[in-house]
């Protein structure tokens, strides 16, 4: 029996536990906060997150101690926002994922550093990309919840490693396959949410399907010249992992980050949509991360410059979006 430890409360993380556990998996979930790993042993359901998914917990051994969980398992799966995962492994020694495979499902980027989870974990953590994979889409914690065909794609240096961690998650409603670009992966990760935070913006200021259609395919052309800017190899961001992934999340009813930008589009400030929402929209912290990086870079980004401004300059969104469909062909 394969032993994984889960770090994460939230709706990806009780997605990708309800996933391996079905399969057969021991799962060690961590959750920071003790009440409601009290309720997940009491009710076999996370009180917070898809709540309708129900636990075996002869499988699932929920725990808020993290050090414990990490010493059970051979994998890792990091569920938890960007913004958090300093928070989150603060205090662990510098060994504490020493021979383990660590499998990132962050969405982002540490925001003070600018750098990516795979990045972090090998510098703070001295886990080596060999031993790190990351999970892409398309697929939403909620479909996955209601058992909708699902596909992920893992990202991995290192192949049969990768496909070892395919074999955990594949079942009836979810395939899954590996792909040899960890890095262009991640980054395109990042990147989407910016771009569903775009589409968001756009339908709340009521631009139609005609104009989001245009905004999406001049996406993937910032999104490439992005990655051959800074991680250039050969790649076809046609695939699953790089523009389906892109497409579920600016156009699904689920996507927090382009409900998050619908609301930002509606006239919502940035505090007022984030306390509504009471979830976090990785694409806020992410496009101040990739805006960052791109002053050394100088890629022309328009979309990405456009949702910076309005999210951090506070440019009124009507204005912005102004001088951006005048950019996008």
């Keep these: 029996m394969e032993k994984v430890a889960v770090l994460g409360g939230g709706s990806w993380a009780t997605a990708l536990v309800k996933i391996l556990s079905e399969n057969k998996s021991q799962i060690h979930w961590w959750m920071r906060n003790k009440n409601d790993v009290q309720h997940l042993i009491n009710y076999k359901h996370n009180p917070r997150y898809l709540s309708g998914v129900s636990f075996d917990l002869d499988f699932v051994k929920p725990s808020s101690d993290i050090e414990a969980v990490l010493a059970a398992a051979d994998w890792v799966i990091l569920a938890v926002p960007a913004a958090f995962v300093q928070q989150a492994l603060a205090g662990l020694p510098e060994h504490a994922f020493k021979d383990k495979v660590v499998v990132s499902a962050v969405k982002g980027m540490i925001p003070s550093e600018n750098i990516l989870i795979t990045d972090y974990m090998e510098r703070n953590f001295q886990v080596p990309n060999t031993h790190q994979l990351v ?74 399907d005609n104009f989001q259609a245009v905004l999406v395919s001049n996406a993937m052309f910032e999104i490439e010249r ?58 806020y912290y992410a496009v101040q991360s990739i805006y960052e990086l791109n002053k050394k870079l100088g890629v022309d980004m328009p979309i990405t410059k456009a949702v910076y401004l309005i999210l951090y300059e506070r440019i009124s969104p009507t204005v912005e979006f102004e001088i951006l469909k005048e950019k996008l062909k």
Excluded at 138 to 160: F, M, N, R
Excluded at 165 to 178: D, G, H, M, T
């Design 135 to 208: 999970i892409a889409g398309p697929c939403h914690a909620e479909e996955v919840a209601l058992e909708k065909q699902s596909y992920l794609t893992i990202g991995s240096h290192d192949l049969p490693t990768a496909e070892r961690f395919c074999e955990l998650l594949r079942n009836r409603y979810v395939k899954a396959n590996p792909l040899d670009d960890l890095d262009g992966i991640e980054y395109c990760a990042v990147m989407k949410n910016i771009i569903a935070l775009a589409c968001g913006i756009a339908r709340g200021l009521n631009y139609g």
């Design 226 to 283: 992005f990655l051959d800017a800074i991680m250039p190899i050969h790649r076809d961001l046609s695939g699953s992992a790089y523009l389906g992934d892109l497409l579920v999340t600016a156009y699904s009813q689920f996507s927090r980050n382009r409900t998050f930008g619908n609301m930002i589009g509606r006239g919502y400030t940035v505090k007022s949509a984030q306390v509504e929402m009471n979830m976090v929209a990785e694409g």
